[in-house]
């Protein structure tokens, strides 16, 4: 799937301009500076689609990704490729908006099969991710934490984090027990992903 047709669709600064739900979704949520880009760009090896945020917080809106061919209706699934947040000095407006985004998306988009919550490895869970998390259980949509930038810690380190990862996860109800650790720099568990993105569209 993942070395067939894989296409940028569109932007959707607010939910009007969503796609019509015509075929399954899975989205991708973090922090920015993450590591979204970099590894949505990994899942699918396809370099430069997703693009890298220079500018922290700049796109504030939804970017939505069709895997598979399209010439003749919908993809297999798409990729939603969400805001990051949690940037420093924002102001509290472009806040507000990205809650607004992202609460009306979670809630009423019955297509969206998970999201791929993405913490990175350095750095643990934090308290807007903390409210993200919030959030996902809240609009009872599945999700599944992806650690990132695997190969900037040390083992003992990354072990440390993942219990606390973990027993965070386990006090949200909407949370996938399972992390899965990533590194796009290394192509480390981008395979994990890849099984678990099409786990949760059912392919
Ligand atoms: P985004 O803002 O979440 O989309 O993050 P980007 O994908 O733009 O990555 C932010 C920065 O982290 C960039 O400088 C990337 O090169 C770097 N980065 C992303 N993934 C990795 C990784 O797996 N390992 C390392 N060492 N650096 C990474």
Known sequence: IFSGPISFLKSAPQLQFLPDPTAPEIAFAGRSNVGKSSLINALTGRNGLARTSNTPGRTQELNFFDIGDTSNGPPIFR??????????KAPPKVVQKWRYLINDYLRGRQVLKRTFVLIDSR?????????????LDKAAVSYRIVMTKADKVKTTELEATKEKVIAAAKKHPAAHPELIITSSEKKQGIDALRMAVLEAVQI
Do not use: Q, R, S, W
């Not at 990729?79 to 420093?88: H, S, T």
């Not at 750095?123 to 959030?135: F, Q, R």
């Open 123 to 135: 750095h643990g869970i934090k308290n807007t991710d903390e409210n993200v998390l919030e959030m």
């Open 79 to 88: 990729i939603c490729d969400m805001p990051g947040y949690g940037f420093a």
